[in-house]
């Protein structure tokens, strides 16, 4: 079981579901009590929301699901028509990763998620994978919520802190690009400690040449087997403002 770093505050993180993420994205899951997905937000064509990629003996291989080329339309609005994707994304994936020490670990596990039902909905798929890695094989307690439950009416940055105030969040940690919109001192009206982590991870034995850090989350779990935890979960961070 991972344990977050401060301890006896609630954290709360928040974030827009991503196709199969990267170890990061489960470091910040690792670190807090409650992990919020924000789907009610704007789908954006190009970007981690429908697409990842693995290392294949070709080189960087992207992922991608087809989602149609609507931009009006909200995350949790993102409607799979084309399921052909799933059969193909599988065996791309199992071509990549057959010879990797623990392919055989996990296999069937991802294999039941790609062909084992046929996903309708962009946000849902994203969900069931993300929820299913942190509690079915990462070992993770964190609460996973969704942000249309709070029925949140502010917009950017102000939007975060509705719903951190209405999450009862004490302290929020988050990913270093939300630099670019978070205003500290805003932090500090509403007393919610604000963290960011620093994305600092050891290498490891990677197929395929040269090491890469930005593929997904499952060449750490091939590669690796149970030895994740050294590879996934950081501890560096900055600490903007604390409470305590």
Not at 30 to 53: A, C, E, P, Y
Not at 95 to 121: I, Q
Request: glycine share 6%.
């Amino acid at each position: 079981m991972r344990k977050t770093i401060l301890l006896g505050m609630k954290k709360v993180a928040i974030l827009q579901s991503n196709y199969i993420p990267w170890k990061g994205y489960f470091d910040i899951i690792s670190r807090v009590d409650t992990f919020i997905f924000h789907d009610d937000l704007q789908f954006t064509k190009g970007d981690w929301r429908n697409r990842n990629k693995i290392k294949t003996e070709n080189g960087l291989k992207w992922l991608t699901i087809p989602c149609g080329t609507s931009e009006n339309r909200l995350i949790c609005e993102v409607i799979l028509n084309d399921h052909s994707w799933q059969k193909k994304h599988w065996s791309m994936i199992e071509a990549a990763y057959k010879s990797a020490p623990f392919f055989n670990m996990y296999k069937d596990y991802f294999k039941e998620f790609y062909l084992g039902r046929t996903w309708t909905n962009l946000s849902e798929l994203n969900q069931s994978m993300i929820k299913g890695i942190s509690r079915d094989i990462l070992n993770l307690d964190t609460q996973f919520e969704d942000s249309r439950t709070y029925h949140l009416e502010q917009k950017k940055g102000e939007r975060v802190l509705e719903l951190l105030t209405k999450s009862k969040a004490e302290v929020y940690i988050s990913g270093p690009a939300a630099k670019d919109y978070l205003e500290p001192d805003e932090f500090k009206k509403t007393q919610i400690g604000l963290e960011y982590i620093v994305y600092d991870y050891a290498e490891y034995q990677q197929l395929y040449g040269a090491f890469n850090h930005f593929v997904s989350v499952l060449d750490v779990l091939f590669n690796c087997g149970e030895a994740f935890p050294s590879y996934i979960f950081g501890n560096k961070s900055e600490v903007v403002y604390s409470l305590g």
